[in-house]
């Protein structure tokens, strides 16, 4: 069984430039997560689909964050403009829905702003 | 605010001998509880689920999970240089949370040859 696919691995950029990553769940897996994770501290949700709604964004800088996961499969996620401080790992996560919850991680992929 | 908290370590442990690791939780509704192990640059591996009063054991995997006193253990018996990472400790909220996972901060093991 494939794991969940992200690209791209890395990437380098300016502030105030834009950037996107791309996440493909687990086949058949119903939830998809976007997590933030900074050096030394745990993965910080950003965003919870379901198919393709989303179930919670509240910690989704929204100013400068988008996601969508139009047909309920893949799902991007853009940063408009990027800060210095969006430098981190951004993790996406897969789970079947209820309430088990195991979730399971892409390589992710490690943003650095200049 | 719902909280995970773990001791940041790192945790010093010699080959061969049984690493221990903990996790308390604050939300007193959360049904699951998981162990996952992150290497340096890597993302998390889900190692152990935990979700009934008890011991649930994979391999030299032991997960130990006592709700009363909202405390979740890992315990990694015969350790192997190999397990050197950070070990994360995830529980989902109560009801009404959308099951999602509130994670703790990790703590870093060492394993020394």
């Known amino acids: 069984e494939a794991g969940v696919a992200q690209s791209p691995r890395y990437k380098i950029i300016e502030k105030r430039q834009s950037v996107a990553f791309w996440c493909n769940p687990i086949?058949?897996?119903?939830?998809l997560y976007w997590y933030q994770q900074i050096l030394g501290q745990g993965p910080k949700l950003l965003i919870q689909?379901?198919?393709?709604?989303?179930?919670?964004d509240s910690q989704l800088p929204k100013d400068r964050f988008s996601a969508e996961r139009l047909k309920g499969v893949d799902s991007t996620l853009k940063i408009q403009p990027a800060k210095l401080e969006d430098s981190a790992v951004y993790l996406c996560?897969?789970?079947?829905?209820?309430?088990?919850?195991?979730?399971?991680f892409g390589p992710g992929t490690r943003l650095t702003v200049l | 605010q719902k909280e995970v908290e773990q001791n940041s370590g790192p945790l010093s442990v010699p080959e061969g001998a049984i690493a221990s690791l903990n996790c308390t939780y604050s939300?007193?509704?959360?049904?699951?509880f998981f162990w996952y192990r992150q290497y340096s640059g890597k993302s998390p591996e889900l190692i152990m689920s935990?979700?009934s009063n008890g011991d649930k054991e994979d391999g030299r995997f032991t997960a130990q999970l006592n709700k009363a006193s909202q405390y979740v253990s890992l315990l990694i018996r015969d350790s192997q240089p190999s397990d050197s990472a950070t070990y994360l400790c995830?529980?989902?909220?109560?009801?009404?949370?959308?099951?999602?996972?509130?994670w703790g901060a990790g703590t870093k093991l060492i394993i020394k040859p």
């Open positions: 995830a529980v989902t909220g109560s009801a009404g949370s959308n099951y999602q996972l509130i």
């Open positions: 935990i979700y």
């Open positions: 996560a897969s789970s079947v829905q209820g309430l088990l919850n195991e979730q399971f």
């Open positions: 689909f379901q198919n393709n709604g989303v179930v919670d």
């Open positions: 086949s058949g897996h119903a939830t």
């Open positions: 939300d007193r509704g959360s049904q699951s």
